[in-house]
């Protein structure tokens, strides 16, 4: 794993079910590599600007592994490593998705703690809505980073 430029989104892009736009604002981009190709793709997010005294804080956002290399246990490590380095710069790391599964891999792990829960609505959703609907009231979880504590 190491950082990697915006550029390498077009690569992953097309295998992420969002939009192919990434988010503007504070952004740091890593790649997961195998043998110098590129595997994976993840992009930590400013979570809301900076106001200059709260603790700034990330989320995880774009995290996807070539399909290649799908089922395989990749995402997990890939994002515990990024968010340990940036929980090790002072940051909150936090990750919110919709995925039941995700959502159950990180309830086991206690590197990451339940912060909320809800359901996503058509207002203030931005582009995680289709212009289908179909994405009305989709429960979410957020969870925030909390450290190696499972060593």
């Given at each position: 794993?190491?950082?990697?430029?915006?550029?390498?989104?077009?690569?992953?892009?097309?295998?992420?079910?969002?939009?192919?736009?990434?988010?503007?604002?504070?952004?740091?981009?890593?790649?997961?590599?195998?043998?110098?190709?590129?595997?994976?793709?993840?992009?930590?997010?400013?979570?809301?600007?900076?106001?200059?005294?709260?603790?700034?804080?990330?989320?995880?956002n774009r995290?996807?592994?070539?399909?290649?290399?799908?089922?395989?246990?990749?995402?997990?490590?890939?994002?515990?490593?990024?968010?340990s380095k940036?929980?090790?710069?002072?940051?909150?790391?936090?990750?919110?998705?919709?995925?039941?599964?995700?959502?159950?891999?990180?309830?086991?792990?206690?590197?990451?703690?339940?912060?909320?829960?809800?359901?996503?609505?058509?207002?203030?959703?931005?582009?995680?809505?289709?212009?289908?609907?179909?994405?009305?009231?989709?429960?979410?979880?957020?969870?925030?980073y909390l450290?190696?504590?499972?060593?």
């Amino acid at each position: 794993m190491r950082e990697c430029s915006r550029s390498s989104w077009h690569m992953f892009s097309k295998y992420h079910y969002l939009s192919s736009q990434l988010p503007g604002g504070l952004n740091f981009f890593f790649g997961l590599y195998y043998e110098n190709q590129q595997i994976g793709f993840a992009a930590l997010s400013e979570y809301k600007p900076w106001n200059g005294t709260s603790v700034r804080m990330l989320h995880t956002n774009r995290i996807v592994i070539h399909p290649d290399y799908c089922g395989i246990g990749l995402a997990k490590p890939f994002i515990n490593a990024i968010a340990s380095k940036y929980r090790k710069r002072g940051f909150r790391i936090c990750e919110k998705m919709s995925s039941l599964s995700r959502y159950k891999q990180l309830r086991r792990d206690s590197n990451w703690r339940l912060m909320r829960t809800g359901y996503l609505t058509p207002s203030g959703t931005g582009n995680m809505l289709r212009d289908t609907g179909f994405r009305n009231k989709v429960r979410y979880w957020c969870f925030e980073y909390l450290g190696e504590r499972n060593v």
